[in-house]
């Protein structure tokens, strides 16, 4: 009856390096997102999936930042060349289907010095 | 855009009284309204969900309106508690683009005891 984890809880990185930040959701969820909160603010939608596939991509905000989602459960977030500005709280949700409640998780927060 | 706004952006309250935090949105062409609480450093913990047909939905001490064709809802708490001190979100599933939520900024709740 485990819920949304997200692995790991914080990251910290030098400006320049990869990151892959991981999420496993609900068992039997198909509908998959990613957001991400910077400090005082709303979360920000980045990729929906509903499966395997990336269903909506329209909130990556370019193309240092990729998802995936190979066999329609755990999804990684991967940054390439990170920059000071990606540092946030980047949050996973899961959910029966696309209208459904989403269920998140508890976030990795991600620090880029 | 839709865009979602919630006022006050903080708000602190002695403890037992009752109170109302706002959210508006400015697409009425939503799926559903969700308020959400957030503890410091946590994720999101989903209150309520209002579908779009529906006019209210109720949780214990806890109950949310939805307004459609004016764009607002709140929530209503009732004899406030120290434990209910945390960020409060409402999210708007929007029906046209991404079927992505779409957040408010947050009301940050202090109850004083």
């Known amino acids: 009856g485990a819920g949304v984890s997200q692995t790991p809880s914080n990251k910290v990185t030098e400006k320049g390096k990869y990151v892959e930040l991981r999420c496993d959701p609900i068992?039997?969820?198909?509908?998959l997102y990613w957001y991400r909160q910077s400090l005082g603010q709303g979360p920000e939608f980045l990729i929906y999936?509903?499966?395997?596939?990336?269903?909506?991509d329209s909130g990556l905000p370019n193309d240092r930042f990729f998802a995936v989602r190979p066999e329609g459960s755990v999804s990684t977030l991967k940054i390439q060349r990170t920059e000071r500005g990606d540092s946030a709280v980047y949050l996973c949700?899961?959910?029966?289907?696309?209208?459904?409640?989403?269920?998140f998780g508890p976030g990795t927060r991600l620090t880029v010095l | 855009k839709q865009e979602v706004t919630q006022i006050p952006a903080a708000l602190s309250v002695p403890e037992g009284e009752n109170l109302v935090l706002n959210c508006s949105f400015t697409d009425s062409a939503i799926y559903n309204l969700q308020w959400f609480r957030q503890d410091p450093g946590k994720g999101l913990t989903s209150l309520l969900l209002i579908q779009s047909s529906q006019r209210e939905q109720t949780s214990g001490r806890l109950n949310a309106s939805l307004d459609k064709s004016s764009g607002r809802s709140t929530l209503y708490i009732a004899a406030s508690q120290p434990g209910d001190s945390a960020t409060y979100l409402c999210a708007v599933l929007a029906m046209r683009g991404a079927q992505k939520l779409v957040f408010g900024q947050g009301t940050r709740l202090t109850i004083n005891p």
């Open positions: 949700a899961s959910g029966l289907a696309e209208t459904d409640t989403q269920y």
């Open positions: 999936f509903q499966g395997t596939g990336a269903a909506d």
């Open positions: 068992s039997g969820h198909t509908a």
